[in-house]
């Protein structure tokens, strides 16, 4: 293995004034992070020469041979192609020692994002963890994360001002019946913070023009891969990034200058069509992988072959707070954010 990758430095390029890194993303419900679609977000970048990405895909549609006009993650995954996957993660292949990819575990992120705003304590998430997935149960447990989701959530349909009564009045029936348990004071903390969640909601609706969403991963994952990328060294660093919505020019400025006050040196985050630069493409079947792989373990249907050929790319400061798959994905649990992004 490539040593940086032991030591969670970025690989690369020493001599070069500014890194560029080509990212993408895989697995976003926006701020439906309970009710969506996939239990993971991943956001990836890579350090290839365009050159080199070009034939790492010229090499990918030799060997999948698919009629596709644009690859995706899910060609890879296909069974029948088992060997182009591994060719593609393992040692020798286009992408080892020169990539990175940023985990969410959205369940937690929620919480963690709750801890947040109600108690100014992200480092109350880890408790409400254990909380949610031990003590209330399936059924609760759900119904608690999604009116957090809710509570936390930019738009809340037609009416918006519910979010707040409907959580409160949740969390007081989820700590009767959990009064007798270590649930109670977990949840009892959270129930000091309806004064916070008020203003929170309010700021929502009074706030800036360029709305940051608390519970986007996106924004987030991204001054992530800066930092891991700029390293602590704070080499300059110049992302290319897939097209996205969520990344409107306010967002972008937002990015930047968050990154710059914790001492990423991130010079530039610009916007290209995936379909035209080859690197943000590998980038996409990287994000995809990582969000398969890593979903299928927290859910207790993981490969082992394919996460432990993923373990080598994952980001350490990847926000999951699941111990069962901490371990095989070399994570810490709970990993709790150390930036306060709202």
Request: one cysteine or more; hydrophobic letters at 40%; proline letters at 6%.
């Amino acid at each position: 293995m490539d040593p940086h990758q032991d030591s969670g430095a970025p690989p690369g390029d020493d001599d070069a004034a500014v890194r560029e890194i080509a990212c993408d993303e895989s697995g976003s419900d926006g701020e439906n992070l309970t009710g969506g679609n996939t239990d993971v977000f991943a956001h990836a970048g890579v350090q290839v020469p365009v050159a080199d990405a070009a034939r790492a895909l010229r090499e990918i549609r030799d060997r999948i041979r698919s009629p596709a006009t644009e690859y995706k993650a899910t060609h890879l995954l296909r069974e029948k192609h088992r060997t182009v996957l591994e060719w593609f993660l393992a040692p020798g292949g286009p992408v080892h020692g020169a990539a990175r990819v940023h985990l969410t575990e959205k369940s937690f992120f929620v919480l963690d994002r709750l801890a947040g705003v109600l108690v100014d304590d992200r480092g109350a998430a880890a408790e409400l963890y254990r909380t949610v997935r031990k003590a209330l149960g399936a059924e609760d447990g759900q119904r608690f994360m999604s009116v957090a989701n809710r509570l936390l959530r930019t738009r809340n349909g037609a009416e918006p001002g519910s979010s707040v009564p409907l959580f409160f009045e949740t969390l007081d029936g989820l700590r009767r019946a959990c009064a007798d348990t270590d649930a109670g004071s977990a949840l009892g903390r959270l129930a000091a913070g309806r004064g916070r969640a008020e203003a929170y909601r309010a700021g929502l609706l009074d706030g800036p023009a360029v709305r940051i969403p608390v519970l986007n991963p996106l924004l987030p994952a991204i001054v992530a891969t800066a930092a891991y990328w700029s390293g602590p060294e704070r080499r300059p660093v110049r992302l290319v990034h897939d097209r996205q919505n969520l990344l409107t020019p306010g967002r972008i400025a937002w990015i930047e200058e968050t990154a710059r006050r914790s001492g990423v040196a991130l010079t530039e985050l610009r916007l290209v069509v995936a379909r035209d630069d080859p690197r943000v493409q590998l980038a996409d079947f990287l994000a995809g992988i990582a969000r398969k792989a890593a979903g299928d373990a927290l859910r207790g249907d993981g490969d082992p072959g394919l996460v432990a050929l993923l373990r080598p790319y994952v980001d350490p400061a990847s926000l999951w707070g699941d111990g069962g798959t901490a371990d095989a994905l070399g994570l810490s649990a709970p990993n709790s954010s150390s930036r306060a992004w709202n």
